[in-house]
């Protein structure tokens, strides 16, 4: 994930500034984590239409100005910032501020987690300073370029954008930005330094212990991705790049380096999922910048050029598209909806599976539209002429028009203005024999509640010999298919690789976990003679918000489960189990476990969760919770909701521990047709 700490400065900035022309800052900052304390010598170069007129800037209100080489006023700040004005233009166009301040903002416990709040913070532990701090003047929306010199405790390495160095001698650091920034970064704390060389840039590895194995694999695996991204974008932009070890989780994506938490920073397979992700955000978001007001581009074009990319790769990306629809249809309900340039930021399911999964899937639809060759051209030319200046869905799209020949309005319209889906049914197929072979035909009928979306629909003929791809238009509610073959069909596949933005049937993909959470309304089921019914009730609790409404019942007092929404079967012994168990061909119990997909899970020191498809409801779910130990409750109410496309889990002990996670198989599709 890319975290961007912009927005709330800018939004307090007037007059609001489009240029891109920068501010340059000198800043010398001398950090005291003990007193929780910085004082910082700020060097302001003005461009050249900044030098007259009215000018004001925004500084944190917990920092004092003691010294300016202009008058200033002070103004009516809010959210934190205090806002100055200069009543003169700056001598030669250069400002010069000293000030301090204490910036012990601390950490805030948010969803089970320590996170910093809003303006960062400064301690014994380490530093953490962004844009939205206010650690730095901002001159509204103005981009920035840098040189900073940080005065620190001996042991400390401070890391910043651009290229320089954490420790130029004991206690100091110095780093310049190297380009156009959209904010000043500053981290760091007691850390052992790994290096290495990739080509021209130098690669860094910040860890709070000596760890050798563990540096040695992430400073190959960013050599390894570094090479791949150069050489499918443009080279690397900065002079180095740094993976820190921060001192709370995170997982946070900075220009010329990435901040993960100590339990992230060790998890075996962020090396090879989010860290590239990391890695590749020094293209897209934080070298060519997001202009958010037209919406924010750059996550699905990241997710899909990692996260995808690395799946595809390794023969899973139609894997990972069906799990990418599949959280658009679970979580975007009611309303929920919005058009994807009105994405900003993910603060939900629901607007990560927008923002993050149907942008994802309009680049996938585009690259098969264009073909890989323009599309990879598109993408060069876009880093090229947007590089160190904020770009929108629209310059991205003249990109593409100037490398394909194309006129692409249309598409961007639909699938970036636009809401829903499409919903495709297939009928009517028939197959014919002729004497020269056999005609297949058939309908698609587009079923969303929106008007028709103008599509190119894949379909797939296999036959004895091989499988034969088609392409049919479908702008309309209902378009016919007549396709000639010259061998009998075996079965025919509508959209069998997920390649396009679609809504799927329910019996494309197993029942799941993100099923009953991604529902408006959910009936919990509590088990009438259980002992830790209340316990049960209280984790069930934990997961009421405004966007997820929550029903009890007990067992004894329901003659059959409701159709009209998900329901949890709360409790190891709660009645209607077993016909949940029933319904399952890979999944049994008995008194002193269950075998899910052949793996088996003793009740003892064990929770469980059992998905089975609802049977009121073939669009909803049904799960079943065992909790073990009780204290397992926290960790287990936490975990739950991310793990939504899984159908069966296991976990072990009062952490608890994941052992055991899979998905039952999907039912036959209804977009496929065996002959």
Request: charged share 20%; glycine share 10%; net charge negative.
């Amino acid at each position: 994930m890319r975290f961007s700490a912009t927005l709330g400065v800018l939004l307090l900035c007037s007059p609001v500034l489009q240029s891109q022309e920068p501010v340059h800052h000198g800043l010398g900052v001398v950090l005291d984590p003990g007193a929780h304390t910085l004082s910082v010598t700020d060097t302001i170069t003005l461009p050249a239409d900044l030098r007259s007129g009215p000018l004001e800037f925004t500084l944190s209100d917990a920092l004092e100005i003691t010294k300016s080489s202009c008058e200033l006023e002070a103004r009516d700040g809010a959210h934190g910032l205090a806002r100055y004005g200069l009543a003169s233009p700056p001598q030669g166009g250069v400002l010069i501020l000293e000030y301090g301040g204490n910036l012990d903002f601390g950490l805030s416990d948010e969803a089970g987690g320590s996170t910093p709040d809003f303006r960062g913070t400064l301690g014994p532990e380490g530093v953490y300073l962004h844009g939205s701090s206010g650690w730095v003047a901002s001159f509204g929306d103005r981009m920035v370029t840098f040189e900073v010199d940080v005065t620190a405790p001996e042991d400390w390495h401070v890391i910043s954008q651009g290229g320089g160095d954490s420790q130029v001698a004991a206690g100091r650091a110095h780093w310049e930005s190297g380009g156009n920034m959209e904010q000043v970064y500053l981290v760091g704390g007691p850390l052992v330094r790994f290096q290495d060389a990739a080509g021209t840039v130098e690669t860094l590895v910040y860890l709070h212990e000596k760890d050798e194995a563990l540096a040695a694999k992430y400073l190959e695996a960013t050599a390894q991705y570094l090479e791949m991204y150069g050489e499918m974008i443009a080279p690397y932009p900065y002079d180095k790049f740094a993976l820190v070890e921060n001192f709370w989780e995170t997982g946070y994506g900075m220009p010329s380096f990435t901040l993960l938490g100590p339990q992230v920073v060790r998890l075996p397979f962020i090396l090879h999922s989010s860290y590239p992700h990391e890695i590749l955000h020094n293209w897209w978001g934080n070298s060519v910048f997001v202009d958010y007001e037209s919406g924010n581009w750059c996550e699905g074009l990241t997710a899909y050029m990692a996260d995808h990319l690395i799946q595809e790769q390794r023969g899973k990306g139609a894997a990972y598209r069906r799990g990418t629809l599949q959280k658009y249809r679970d979580y975007v309900k009611e309303g929920r909806d919005f058009p994807l340039r009105e994405f900003r930021s993910r603060h939900s399911a629901a607007t990560q599976a927008v923002g993050y999964g149907k942008a994802l899937m309009t680049f996938h639809m585009l690259r098969h539209k264009l073909g890989k060759e323009a599309f990879a051209s598109g993408i060069q030319r876009f880093y090229r002429d947007q590089r160190g200046k904020r770009a929108s869905f629209d310059d991205f799209r003249a990109s593409m028009e100037a490398v394909s020949g194309e006129k692409l309005g249309a598409f961007f319209t639909q699938w970036v203005d636009g809401l829903g889906a499409p919903q495709l049914v297939l009928s009517g197929v028939e197959l014919e024999e002729g004497a020269e072979g056999f005609v297949l035909s058939g309908e698609l009928t587009q079923v969303q509640a929106e008007s028709p979306f103008d599509l190119e629909v894949p379909l797939e003929v296999v036959t004895s010999s091989g499988t034969l791809a088609f392409s049919v238009p479908a702008s309309g509610r209902r378009s016919e298919f007549r396709l000639e073959l010259e061998e009998r069909p075996v079965r025919l596949e509508v959209d069998p690789h997920f390649d396009l933005f679609r809504m799927l049937d329910p019996r494309e993909t197993p029942p799941s976990i993100g099923q009953i959470f991604g529902e408006p309304r959910v009936l919990c089921v509590l088990p009438a003679d259980d002992p830790q019914r209340e316990r049960y009730r209280e984790l069930a609790a934990s997961w009421l918000s405004e966007e997820h409404e929550l029903g009890f019942a007990l067992d004894s007092e329901l003659e059959e489960l409701p159709a009209d929404r998900p329901v949890w079967l709360l409790g190891r012994n709660n009645r209607f189990a077993p016909a949940l168990l029933d319904s399952l061909a890979d999944a049994t119990a008995t008194d002193s476990g269950a075998t899910l997909a052949g793996e088996s899970v003793p009740f003892a020191n064990h929770s469980l969760v059992v998905v089975a498809r609802h049977p009121g409801s073939a669009a909803r779910a049904i799960g079943w919770i065992v909790l073990a130990p009780s204290e397992a409750l926290a960790g287990l109410a936490r975990k739950l909701p991310h793990y939504g496309k899984y159908s069966y889990l296991a976990f072990e002990g009062a952490e608890p521990t994941n052992v055991v996670k899979g998905q039952w198989n999907a039912e036959a599709s209804p977009l496929v047709v065996t002959f």
